[in-house]
């Protein structure tokens, strides 16, 4: 049974970090791109960060430069670290594994940036 946990969300001040962690089970995690979606109240999903099997990374413009995204193997975890939060980043985060015809998601982790 697969299954990604998602934590790490919480309440935060604007200018304040935190770091969401995802950790996977029930795949060979080192195959799969890992993703990072958010999504805002009446908003469509979207996707924030992402991470290859190999390590390459990319971002969506609107957190370059605040966010990094970045994995590790050896535990089946993913990270998102998000510096200078904004609250325009309040949302609920989702964790997204992918490889070739698998996909799966978490149950997602609110993260709510206060002004």
């Known amino acids: 049974q697969v299954q990604l946990v998602e934590s790490g969300g919480g309440l935060v001040q604007a200018g304040g970090s935190l770091r969401l962690s995802c950790a996977a089970s029930g795949i060979i995690f080192s195959v799969y791109r890992m993703k990072w979606y958010r999504q805002a109240p009446g908003k469509q999903r979207e996707l924030v960060a992402l991470i290859t099997s190999d390590g390459s990374t990319d971002y969506t413009k609107s957190v370059e430069g605040r966010f990094t995204i970045s994995r590790d193997n050896a535990k089946n975890t993913v990270y998102l670290q998000m510096n200078s939060l904004i609250p325009e980043d309040t949302a609920v985060y989702y964790c997204?594994?992918?490889?070739?015809?698998?996909?799966?998601w978490g149950q997602g982790t609110q993260v709510t940036v206060s002004s």
């Open positions: 997204n594994a992918g490889y070739r015809n698998s996909d799966y």
